[in-house]
């Protein structure tokens, strides 16, 4: 069974700092990686997609992959309280199909605190 | 652009009673569709996706069905519900397997 693990958290840091969001995947054949962030009673809205080994950058928010390690994070610089919500990653096992079914983690629940 | 809505909002039902919660998607043809079902506190579980007019994967076995009559069109659907099928339930859909889903707004379902 494929799994993805996140901690769960709570998380909780201080306005402007660097939230640091961690997940893991179990299958090695995993091709696509996706952040979806969850406020309170809504839902997931997706805010960062990453393919390729390394860090990809979107203001604010910066993803790292690493296939070898099996292990995608999710920076989030100068926090602010507006970002405090559920964070939910999410892999593709698309295993070269046309549809791909999205393997959610738990979520971490991040907080911050002005 | 393509915008996906989900109905009802909210929705309280008796132990034993139907349900159906449609989902249709505007501005796309032929899009994968998907069910989810996330319950308090917990992570989101796949129920159903689908590839194509009355092309319907079950993932989980349960008292639950989906159809998709239309091309941009998806239901889900219990003829008698369980306590245990009260939940946050959210359609998606995705283009390719490479681009992730946009979710509806989703339906709080509970069930009494």
């Known amino acids: 069974q494929k799994e993805v693990e996140q901690n769960s958290g709570p998380l909780s840091v201080p306005e402007g700092a660097i939230a640091s969001l961690n997940c893991t995947y179990s299958?090695?054949?995993?091709?696509?990686f996706f952040w979806y962030r969850q406020y309170s009673g809504k839902s997931p809205e997706l805010i960062m997609s990453?393919?390729?080994?390394g860090d990809k950058e979107d203001g604010r928010f910066t993803a790292q992959l690493n296939k070898a390690s099996q292990y995608v994070s999710l920076l989030i610089r100068d926090s602010q309280p507006s970002d405090s919500a559920t964070y939910l990653c999410?892999?593709?096992?698309?295993?070269?199909?046309?549809?791909?079914?999205?393997?959610f983690g738990q979520g971490t629940i991040l907080t911050v605190h002005p | 652009s393509q915008t996906i809505h989900q109905w009802p909002a909210t929705l309280v039902q008796p132990v034993g009673s139907p349900l159906s919660l449609e989902c249709t998607v505007e501005g796309t043809s032929n899009p994968n569709l998907y069910w989810y079902r996330q319950a308090a506190g917990r992570g989101l579980q796949l129920l159903f996706y689908?590839?194509?007019?009355?092309?319907i994967s079950s993932e989980v076995p349960q008292n639950l069905s989906a159809s998709r009559p239309q091309d941009r069109q998806f239901i889900l659907s219990s003829k008698k519900l369980l306590l245990s099928d009260s939940g946050f339930y959210l359609c998606?859909?995705?283009?390719?397997?490479?681009?992730?889903?946009?979710f509806g707004s989703g339906t709080r379902l509970t069930v009494v």
């Open positions: 999410a892999v593709n096992d698309a295993g070269g199909t046309s549809y791909g079914k999205l393997t």
């Open positions: 299958d090695r054949v995993s091709q696509s």
């Open positions: 998606a859909w995705s283009a390719t397997a490479n681009y992730g889903y946009t």
């Open positions: 689908s590839i194509g007019i009355d092309q």
């Open positions: 990453i393919y390729s080994n």
